[in-house]
């Protein structure tokens, strides 16, 4: 118990003094104990928001940079290609009949060409559209089983990590219980002490009191300690 008893005296006096100090103390060290609450509370956040980030990255690369990207570029460079072969085929349907040799065959070249293009670039089209098409069906759903694998994993870790804590733990909330029971009864005995040491005031005020009156009664008013020799 801090206090023997909670009389006005010198070593009453001193153990206040002792404890407040004890206070300022560990004022100190909570105000850094709760700095490294928030820098922890941070660090979680950061990382939180670092696997978000990962996630979207990794999104983001495997369908706006490649996927969608290509499936767009691919079907621009069939259009491109539909539109040259039908130039093409414009062309050398349009040459006439006498029409030089070299010309026709400079035509059929062209024609031909236009004609390979244009397969090769409907075929990539078709290839880049169908994974796309492909993809969405089980892409995101991945991703998912992923991320909620990794959690679980680092959970679990995270689990048996502090399940070998236990004994400590249980060894930690019988100190908690035991120091709370004493808390109570240090406020008890501290309540019993003011009851008493207010109980010896009311006392002596009353006694003072009393005296006083008496002196009044009888003619005489309070003795004078100044006057005794």
Known sequence: MPFLNLEDTPMFRMKVAELDGGCKRLRERVTLLVGHYRRYRDALVAL??????????????EWLDDLLVGARDSHRAYERSSADLEDAATRALALKKGA???LLDRAAAELATA???????????ARRLSAVESRRRYSFLQLLLDTAGAHHAALRSGSEMLGRLTPLGDAARG?????????????????QEAARCKAIGDAAAAAAASSSLAGD??????VQMSGLK
């Open 48 to 61: 939180c928001k670092a696997q978000i980030e990962f996630a979207a990255d990794q999104i983001s690369a």
């Open 217 to 222: 009664e009888s003619g005489h008013g309070p």
């Open 100 to 102: 030089k040799r070299e």
């Open 175 to 191: 100190q908690v219980a035991d120091a709370r029971a004493a808390e109570a009864e240090v406020q008890a005995m501290l309540a």
């Open 115 to 125: 004609r390979l293009v244009e397969q090769e670039a409907r075929f990539d089209c």
